[in-house]
């Protein structure tokens, strides 16, 4: 498939403030999956080539703060293994799940994350107690999450953030650099199924890819440089973006729910 120059300029723009947010807060999704959509990219394709800059510039994020030996290896890779696997199964599994129902619930939970980072005052540098160990973590909710990222994927890394804070103690720094190295994983994990679909736009993809690997970098050394002051109020407003878009989506239950209750607040009788 064809893109218009005009398009791919403006979609390798996107892709790169895409990757900035990316490899700070998450959420990077929300931003070049809607602009496909709306350059008229097939649905199927407008995935897999998303899922291809995505992985570029998630791997891209890792190794800017693995270089700053902000990763933790030796227990990062047997879980991001578990990562890829997860995010495979869902690419697989695309079709038999109902994605209302994770339109619907997905909003609630990134208010949720928004929520608990917005008043829990003591994340920024200080470790909180454990509450699994690391082994249950990886194999409970590590390929949970990555298995959504493969199936639906909005929100993949705040979710993992949350997971890291909350189950492993981990102060906020932390947890986003550990969860970029599993957002990685199984955003490969999605993509090699996608590679095998032979769904990408390559052209489109590669151009993306570039843009969100600079856009990348350009986050996490923000996010190293600024740490908890900068990342604490942006994955805030990116979950709460998300979930926004999310409820606005068509066909959303909850949203078409507030909706129809709002109409009937302002205008009694008026709803069929």
């Known amino acids: 498939m064809e893109v218009e120059v005009s398009a791919l300029i403006i979609l390798a723009v996107v892709a790169l403030l895409a ?6 807060a998450g959420g990077g999704g929300m931003l070049t999956l809607p602009a496909l959509f709306i350059a008229g990219i097939d649905p199927l394709a407008a995935m897999a080539t998303n899922k291809l800059q995505a992985s570029s510039a998630s791997v891209s994020a890792v190794w800017a703060f693995a270089r700053k030996r902000m990763i933790d290896w030796r227990a990062g890779l047997p879980m ?3 990562s890829f696997a997860g995010g495979a199964a869902g690419a697989l599994s695309i079709s038999l799940l109902d994605r209302a129902f994770l339109q619907a619930c997905v909003p609630v939970l990134l208010i949720a994350v928004a929520g608990y980072f917005a008043l829990s005052p ?6 909180r107690k454990r509450r699994v160990s690391t ?3 990886a194999a409970t909710i590590v390929p ?4 959504y990222d493969g199936i639906f994927g909005p929100g993949t890394g705040s979710f993992f953030m949350v997971a890291f804070t909350v189950l492993l103690g981990q102060n906020i720094l932390q ?3 550990n969860s970029k190295l599993l957002n990685a994983s199984c955003n490969l994990g999605a993509l090699s199924v996608f590679v095998l679909s032979d769904s990408i736009i390559w052209h489109l993809a590669l151009t993306m890819a570039a843009c969100a690997i600079i856009g990348a970098q350009a986050g996490a050394r923000c996010a190293l440089h600024f740490g908890p002051r900068l990342i604490k109020p942006l994955l805030i ?6 979930a926004t878009k999310l409820l606005l989506s ?4 909850i949203g078409e729910w507030v909706w129809q209750c709002w109409i009937q607040l302002i205008s009694p009788g008026q709803v069929s």
């Not at 003591?122 to 470790?127: A, C, D, H, S, V």
């Open 135 to 137: 082994a249950c973590f």
């Open 250 to 253: 068509d066909n959303n239950p």
């Open 80 to 82: 991001a293994i578990l």
């Open 237 to 242: 407003t990116v979950c709460c973006l998300m």
């Open 144 to 147: 949970l999450i990555g298995f």
């Open 19 to 24: 990757g900035f947010f990316d490899a700070i």
């Open 122 to 127: 003591k994340l920024n540098e200080q470790e």
């Open 175 to 177: 947890a986003v650099c």
